[in-house]
C-alpha cells in the first residue's frame, strides 16, 4: 500500500528524510503479516536535531497571534474529515483494528482537534493585589517551550493528536517518537497532516527509532521541558525517574486494571452490554479495558449466564470485515503473554467459562471465573480478550476487591440507584469513574488521568494547559519603592 511507503521517513525540520541508523524498523499487518513499510531508524544525532529544530522553531511560533495559530487546527481538521476512509484502512491494515476501531479513533481524534482550534486562545493572564503600594503583579501564561512526546500502538493516531495537537496549540514545539508497531498512524502520517495544514516547519518532528537505538536520548535531551509519555507502568516509571532527574515535568498515562462493578439492583441486560464493551472493544488493548467485571453474588448467575452467551457471539477474524467484533492482537508476542495468561490461571484453579484459541495474532475471548483470591491475574493489566468476573457480598466487599490493585484508572458501577453508585465510586481509588456506563471514555474538556500506577497529571481541557504551559510573573512597580539600605 503505497500510503505506507509514502510514509516511511522521519520528518526534521520540516524535511522528510531516511534515518541514518544501521538497521530498520519494520511496519507489519497484524493480521495477515503483509508488510507495509520499512523505516531505517533515527538516531540519538536525529533526536538532536529534531530538538535543535523544535527550540530554533517555537519562539517565533508561540509569538504568532493567536488566532493564526489557530487556523492551522481548523485546517488539520478538514484534511482528517477529507481522509477518514483512507485513515480507516490504514488502523485496519496498521493495528488490526476492526472498523469499529477505527470508526471510534477517528471520531475521538476529531473531536481533540476541535478542542485544539479553542485551545489556541485558552491561556489568560491575571493581575494579582500586592502588599506593597503602586506594586502591580502581573501573572502571564507561556508556553513551557518543547514538548517530547511518546504514543502507543493501541490508538496512536489518537493518542499522539491528544498530546502533539494541545501543545502547538499552545504556543509550543514537539517532537514525536511513535511507537515501533504503528509508526505511520502515531508518527509521520500525523506529521504529514500538519505539514498540509500549514504549520511551519520545525515545530513538529518526528523521529521513527527505538531505546535500542538511542537510549534515554529522547528523555534526557536538555531542550524539552516536558515529556508526555502514554504506554506501560514499567516504561512509565523509567520515563518519570529521566525526567525527574534532568528537572523536567512529566505526564504519564499509564497501563490500568478497570473494575466494572454490577450491583444487586443493577439492569443486568445492560450491564452485560456495558461489561462485554468494555472488556473486547480493540482485542482488550485499551488502558481503560473492563480486566474485572464485579458481581454482587445475588446477581452472579444470570449476569454470567447472559454474558458468555453474548461473548460467544463475537466474531472472530478480519477486522477489515464488517461482521468482525476482534481482529488480531498487535504481534504475536502480546498474543502468547496473553494465552500463557489464561493458561497459567486456569492451571492455579480458575474456571474456564470460554477459553479462546490462539490462531496466530488472533486470540478468541476468554471468561475466566473463580479465580484464587491471591492469584497475581487479578491484579495486573491483561491487554488482550480476557473477562475475569468476581462475585461479592456487599459493597464493602465490591470496593475492597476493585482498590486490591496497584492501578487506578477508569471503573464504572452499575446500579438503580444513581447516587448509591456516586457515593460507591467515591470510594473507589481510581482516578476516573462512570455510573451506568461502560470503563471506556474520553471527552476532550473533562480532565483524564489515573492513580497509583496508572499515571502521573492529567490531560483534556483545562488540564491540558496546566500540562504544557507555565507561569511567569512579571511585576510592574508604579512609583519608587523603598529599600532597608
Not at 512526546?149 to 494541545?166: D, M, R, T, Y
Amino acid at each position: 500500500m503505497s500510503f505506507f511507503t509514502d510514509l516511511a521517513y522521519q520528518y526534521i525540520d520540516g524535511e522528510w528524510r531516511d534515518g541514518s541508523g544501521s538497521w530498520d524498523i519494520i511496519d507489519f499487518n497484524p493480521y495477515d503479516g503483509e508488510k507495509l513499510a520499512s523505516v531505517t531508524v533515527a538516531t540519538a544525532d536525529e533526536v538532536d536535531q529534531a530538538y535543535r529544530a523544535a527550540e530554533r522553531a517555537q519562539e517565533a511560533w508561540a509569538n504568532t497571534n493567536p488566532y493564526a495559530r489557530r487556523a492551522v487546527f481548523e485546517r488539520a481538521l478538514r484534511i482528517v474529515e477529507d481522509r477518514e476512509a483512507e485513515i480507516t484502512e490504514a488502523i485496519v491494515q496498521e493495528l488490526g483494528g476492526t472498523l469499529l476501531k477505527a470508526a471510534f479513533e477517528l471520531h475521538l481524534a476529531k473531536e481533540f482537534l476541535r478542542e485544539a482550534v479553542h485551545l489556541a486562545l485558552a491561556p489568560e493572564g491575571r493581575i494579582l493585589p500586592s502588599p506593597d503600594d503602586g506594586k502591580e503583579n502581573r501573572l502571564y501564561r507561556v508556553p513551557v517551550g518543547v514538548v517530547g512526546v511518546i504514543s502507543p500502538f493501541n490508538f496512536p493516531f489518537l493518542l499522539s493528536l491528544k498530546s502533539v495537537a494541545p501543545a502547538l496549540a499552545l504556543g509550543n514545539a514537539v517532537v514525536l517518537k511513535p511507537h515501533q508497531n504503528a509508526p505511520v498512524l502515531g508518527g509521520s502520517l500525523v506529521a504529514q497532516i500538519f505539514e498540509q495544514a500549514g504549520l511551519p516547519g520545525g515545530l513538529l518532528n518526528v523521529v521513527i527509532t527505538d531505546i535500542a537505538e538511542i537510549g534515554d536520548a529522547l528523555i534526557e535531551h536538555p531542550v524539552p521541558s516536558v515529556i508526555s509519555f502514554t504506554g506501560s507502568d514499567a516504561v512509565g516509571r523509567h520515563v518519570a525517574t529521566v525526567c525527574a532527574a534532568n528537572f523536567k515535568r512529566s505526564v504519564l498515562e499509564l497501563g490500568g486494571n478497570s473494575a466494572l462493578i454490577v450491583l444487586d439492583d443493577a439492569d443486568v441486560d445492560y450491564a452485560v452490554d456495558a461489561a462485554v464493551f468494555s472488556r473486547y472493544v480493540h482485542q482488550g488493548q485499551v488502558c481503560m479495558a473492563a480486566n474485572r467485571v464485579l458481581v454482587d453474588r445475588s446477581v452472579q448467575a444470570e449476569f454470567t449466564e447472559k454474558f458468555v452467551a453474548k461473548v460467544k457471539t463475537l466474531k472472530v477474524g478480519d477486522p477489515a470485515d464488517p461482521a468482525t467484533h476482534i481482529g488480531p492482537l498487535i504481534n504475536s508476542s502480546q498474543a502468547d503473554a496473553v494465552s500463557s495468561v489464561v493458561k497459567q490461571t486456569v492451571e492455579a484453579g480458575a474456571t474456564a467459562l470460554l477459553h479462546g484459541r490462539t490462531d496466530g495474532n488472533l486470540v478468541a475471548p476468554s471468561v475466566l471465573t473463580d479465580v484464587p483470591a491471591d492469584s497475581p491475574v487479578l491484579a495486573q493489566e491483561i491487554f488482550g480478550p480476557v473477562a475475569l468476573i468476581v462475585p461479592f457480598d456487599g459493597e464493602d466487599e465490591a470496593v475492597r476487591i476493585a482498590n486490591d490493585t496497584p492501578y487506578g484508572l477508569s471503573g464504572a458501577v452499575h446500579t438503580g440507584d444513581v447516587e448509591r453508585g456516586v457515593r460507591l465510586a467515591k470510594r473507589l481509588h481510581s482516578g476516573m469513574v462512570h455510573i451506568n456506563d461502560g470503563t471506556v471514555h474520553d471527552e476532550p474538556i473533562v480532565p483524564f488521568g489515573g492513580e497509583k500506577r496508572s499515571g502521573i497529571g492529567r490531560l483534556n481541557g483545562d488540564a491540558t494547559v496546566e500540562a504544557f504551559t507555565t507561569h511567569k510573573w512579571i511585576s510592574v512597580q508604579h512609583g519608587r519603592s523603598r529599600f532597608p539600605f
